[in-house]
T-cell receptor
Framework: DADVTQTPRNRITKTGKRIMLECSQT?????MYWYRQDPGLGLRLIYY???????NKGEISDGYSVSRQAQAKFSLSLESAIPNQTALYFC?????????????FGPGTRLTVT | GESVGLHLPTLSVQEGDNSIINCAYS??????FIWYKQESGKGPQFIID?????DKRQGQRVTVLLNKTVKHLSLQIAATQPGDSAVYFC???????????FGRGTSLIVHP
């Protein structure tokens, strides 16, 4: 987990507030991802970025936006948080090219929207 | 046994038993598969992977079996230990996409 860090680890916010979750990595991998995890539903992809100038929507991007500030940093924003965005959020990274599809995950951010 | 609804399927075993966790994948074009382990309060961690040109791969105490005919993947854990208690996810990837699709996960509970 030390290769991928997420801040904050826990956050409680109110409906309508803007919130940013940050992810940084030290492995030098080009590909970064944001996932959401809800109980019993596994991991669902929100956004992903294959390099600094590349941003792509995932399965559930509505209500979210991202910014790839540098190769090592990928932020997820909720412009106006709503209660059904309460979930566990994970950042992940993977290397570009080659046969390695393995993703390395951060420790997660637990977000509660009241 | 399995539970339904929003609860994860759960497998309960005794320490020392062998565990088998199953996964049905959805895309016949998927050609790479990964098993992840997620311990409480942590992010998922890679356990083992397998490519579609293989039907079995072994690691340390773990074996993954792939049956492409019925689109089924299994993870076998030998001599299960309490530290193996976690949620296990399978992920399928269509080659070149680098975008995995994750299964719901199975909760493994190991009783001492």
């Amino acid at each position: 987990d030390a290769d991928v860090t997420q801040t904050p680890r826990n956050r409680i916010t109110k409906t309508g507030k803007r919130i940013m979750l940050e992810c940084s990595q030290t492995k030098g991998h080009d590909r970064m991802y944001w996932y959401r995890q809800d109980p019993g539903l596994g991991l669902r992809l929100i956004y992903y970025s294959f390099d600094v100038k590349d941003i792509n929507k995932g399965e559930i991007s509505d209500g979210y936006s991202v910014s790839r500030q540098a190769q090592a940093k990928f932020s997820l924003s909720l412009e106006s948080a709503i209660p059904n965005q309460t979930a566990l959020y994970f950042c992940a990274i993977s290397s570009a090219g080659g046969p390695d599809y393995e993703q390395y995950f951060g420790p997660g951010t637990r977000l509660t929207v009241t | 046994g399995e539970s339904v609804g929003l609860h994860l399927p759960t497998l309960s075993v005794q320490e020392g038993d062998n565990s088998i966790i199953n996964c049905a994948y959805s895309n016949s074009a998927s050609d790479y598969f990964i098993w992840y382990k997620q311990e409480s309060g942590k992010g998922p961690q890679f356990i083992i992977d397998i490519r579609s040109n293989m039907d079995k791969r072994q690691g340390q105490r773990v074996t993954v079996l792939l049956n492409k005919t019925v689109k089924h993947l299994s993870l076998q854990i030998a001599a299960t230990q309490p530290g193996d208690s976690a949620v296990y996810f399978c992920a399928e990837i269509v080659g070149g996409s680098y975008i995995p699709t994750f299964g719901r996960g199975t909760s493994l509970i190991v009783h001492p």
